[in-house]
């Protein structure tokens, strides 16, 4: 499943990170800030580790269109 990830509300950190075998970016993490002003839409490929954090004092939203249904076996948790 793809993620795309856009910032409606408020200012967000997106994080990436990416620990695929043979991936020519492993072990590599990206920050990336958005907001409303600053429109980017963030694509998170297959099985790419993201996590997302409200930035400042204002509320924040972010909208993730997935490209299909959601299915439990292919999101999971790292704590």
């Known amino acids: 499943m793809v993620l795309n990830y856009a910032v409606i509300i408020g200012m967000m950190k997106c994080v990436l990170y990416d620990n695929m075998e043979g991936s020519p970016i492993r072990r590599e993490v990206q920050e990336i800030f958005v907001e409303k002003d600053n429109y980017i839409l963030i694509e998170i ?17 972010v ?7 959601y299915c439990p076996d292919e999101i999971f948790r790292i704590d």
């Open 45 to 61: 490929v297959p099985y790419a580790i993201n996590g997302v954090k409200e930035i400042g004092t204002k509320p924040a939203m």
């Open 63 to 69: 909208a993730n269109c997935v490209t299909h249904s």
